[in-house]
């Protein structure tokens, strides 16, 4: 099941820098992305959202781009912390309304002081 | 701030034993999931929960797997016989509605021998 792809495995950049997580999917039923960020030993921590009807929404230093088009979604770090260093999850809801998460392979992100 | 917990952290056990993993969700959340992940692999939606009875079930959650809200606060996740692939760490999840984000607890991580 690869609904939801992260192609790359892990990021490394510089603090202060962007920092650029993709995300692809295939199926166009989905409606609502998220991405979560995880620590080792922990749960994955709810980061930011955007439902399909939108192409951008942006939080503080978060940022989530959709391109329906593409079905593709980035999230983008501004200005990268060392506090960000974990494993970015993206996630699609199912298109089923039951609240199912889709979750794709996770990229790790280091940022270097 | 609210939080998903859950019990235990780590939970060793033989093949063919049972076992419960219990998560209390947030308190004013209606809608119950369990993820797991198996180590190096994504993290796989197992159920969906609500109003007291199972919204959806992944492949992965056979005759094997139960849940149950035994009462206002737990909700519980049961292996009935377990097996040496269902060694993961389990994640209890909680969101107020079907689209909203979802909370994580942080996981127990299971071993079965």
């Known amino acids: 099941d690869q609904q939801v792809k992260q192609n790359s495995p892990s990021l490394s950049v510089q603090e202060g820098r962007i920092s650029i997580l993709n995300c692809d999917y295939t199926?166009?039923?989905?409606?609502?992305f998220l991405w979560y960020k995880k620590y080792p030993a922990e749960g994955p921590t709810f980061l930011i959202s955007i439902s399909s009807i939108k192409d951008k929404n942006e939080d503080g230093r978060f940022t989530v781009f959709l391109n329906k088009s593409a079905k593709h979604l980035s999230l983008h770090i501004v200005p990268s912390q060392p506090g960000d260093s974990a494993v970015y999850f993206c996630a699609a809801h199912g298109s089923s309304n039951t609240g199912k998460l889709i979750f794709g392979q996770g990229t790790t992100l280091q940022v270097k002081p | 701030e609210p939080e998903v917990t859950q019990t235990p952290s780590h939970q060793v056990t033989q093949m063919g034993q049972e076992v419960i993993l219990r998560c209390v969700p947030i308190?004013?959340?209606?809608?119950f999931y369990w993820y797991r992940q198996i180590l190096g692999q994504k993290v796989e939606f197992l159920v969906s929960?609500?109003?007291?009875?199972?919204?959806?079930k992944s492949e992965i959650f056979d005759d094997q797997f139960s849940v149950e809200r035994p009462d206002g606060s737990n909700f519980t996740l049961k292996i009935r016989s377990t097996k040496l692939e269902d060694s993961a760490m389990y994640f209890c999840?909680?969101?107020?509605?079907?689209?909203?984000?979802?909370?994580f607890g942080p996981g127990t991580r299971l071993t079965v021998l």
């Open positions: 929960f609500y109003n007291n009875e199972i919204s959806e």
């Open positions: 308190s004013n959340h209606l809608y």
């Open positions: 199926n166009s039923m989905f409606d609502y």
């Open positions: 999840a909680s969101s107020e509605a079907e689209y909203n984000e979802q909370f």
